[in-house]
């Protein structure tokens, strides 16, 4: 199978491409700047490339994986320009890739969402599922909406096929952001203040983290499964994975 992975550097992305060409798949590795390292087997190509010439660079796939994206930032004082920033990355981008994806191949899109699309929190004893209330309250969680609503529109208009899968926090060895903060501290010979911590609910309302390997084959699955009606897909590690979801996107205007 041909699979093009974008933001192929990221977090994520480096245990996807790895992932990917050590199942035999022939990977396509977007970056925005050219970047070596990659397993035998990758091909690296620049995002730029891509998008100017997609004739090139789409025959042949099967499948891409869009991973690309600018990530939630902490301690934002202008919410707007906030939202004009994940707007230009998250669905803009998005936007333009899912179309050379569907003008130019028979590929399926996969685009990585997040589970803040259903909000940060739940009612008590309640677990998110495809069929949870759309609640996006960051500027990222409701450009990941606007970005799902973005492929599926394309894809009604081009005939095409698309998934989509929303991961809540995914850890492992470095780990960016919280949880990499998380990482470090348990490391440091200091004593740490868990003892004190009270749960907050019974560990049913907990959400699942998923480990490295039970995500990535979990991405590989919507790209490779044949095409049906849509369905939702839920990882091994729990019920925080959903694919192909409907519902009306947040629009902000910049």
Same mark, same amino acid.
């Given at each position: 199978?041909?699979v093009?992975?974008?933001g ?21 590795a ?10 035998a ?5 620049r ?20 991973l ?5 930032q902490t ?21 333009h890739?899912?179309?050379l ?7 399926r ?12 929190t739940?009612? !008590? ?16 969680a ?12 394309l ?27 998380l ?5 440091l010979?200091l ?18 983290? !998923? ?5 990535? !084959?979990?991405?590989?699955?919507p ?32």
């Open positions: 199978m041909k093009m992975v974008t192929a550097n990221g977090f994520i992305g480096q245990q996807v491409v790895a992932f990917l060409a050590a199942q035999g798949d022939e990977v396509l977007v970056t925005r700047e050219p970047q070596s390292g990659w397993p087997g990758v091909r690296n190509l995002l730029a490339d891509v998008q100017c010439q997609p004739e090139q660079h789409f025959a042949g796939v099967n499948a891409v994986v869009h690309a994206g600018r990530a939630h301690r934002v004082r202008d919410q707007a320009a906030e939202w004009c920033r994940m707007r230009a990355v998250n669905v803009e981008l998005t936007r890739l899912a179309q994806t569907f003008e130019h191949s028979e590929a899109f996969v685009l990585v969402s997040s589970i803040g699309v259903h909000g940060v739940t009612a !008590p004893g309640k677990l998110l599922s495809e069929r949870s209330a759309l609640r996006p309250s960051s500027a990222y409701q450009s990941k909406r606007a970005a799902e609503a973005v492929v599926e529109d894809a009604l208009a081009y005939g095409g096929t698309f998934v989509v899968v929303r991961p809540p926090l995914v850890f492992g060895t470095g780990a960016p952001a919280n949880f990499g903060l990482e470090k501290a348990a490391r010979p004593p740490l203040p868990f003892g004190r911590a009270t749960a907050p609910g019974p560990a049913s309302e907990y959400v699942i983290w !998923p480990r490295f390997s039970g995500l990535w !084959p979990f991405t590989r699955r790209a490779t499964a044949p095409t049906s009606s849509r369905k939702t897909r839920r990882s091994p590690h729990g019920p925080s994975l959903n694919c192909c979801a409907r519902g009306a996107a947040h629009q902000r205007a910049c």
